[in-house]
């Protein structure tokens, strides 16, 4: 019953800032861990950033330094900042969770529907 919603995408130009928010509902509790990817157009999909349940986070050395993942756990939050900004960050942002089900499985195909990032140079 988790659900995912992205939001905060935009055009910037390079060297600006975006925050991406995660809205998180459902089952908070049973998420183990929620993770950024992103896509641009011809390309797989890749991971930008995790944060799991304890707090710790890991980032793709594209991004590391530059990119900062954290959560909000009164608003059932996780933000992506995005500082820096490349054109080669150019893609939609997705949020996913790995989360326990109610059987006790590892569900980890739980995915927000996106939103666009657009760097200019």
């Known amino acids: 019953q988790v659900q995912l919603v992205e939001s905060g995408g935009g055009l910037v130009q390079a060297g600006g800032s975006l925050r991406l928010s995660c809205v998180v509902s459902g089952a908070t509790y049973s998420i183990n861990a929620i993770g950024w990817y992103r896509q641009a157009p011809g390309k797989q999909r890749e991971l930008v950033a995790i944060?799991?349940?304890?707090?710790?986070?890991e980032y793709a050395d594209s991004v590391k330094g530059r990119f900062t993942t954290s959560r909000d756990n009164a608003k059932n939050t996780v933000y992506l900042q995005m500082n820096t900004l490349k054109p080669e960050d150019t893609a939609v942002y997705y949020c996913?969770?790995?989360?326990?089900?109610?059987?006790?499985?590892?569900?980890?195909?739980?995915w927000g529907q996106g939103t666009q990032v657009t760097v200019s140079s």
């Open positions: 944060i799991k349940s304890g707090g710790n986070t």
């Open positions: 996913n969770a790995e989360a326990t089900n109610p059987l006790g499985l590892i569900e980890n195909s739980i």
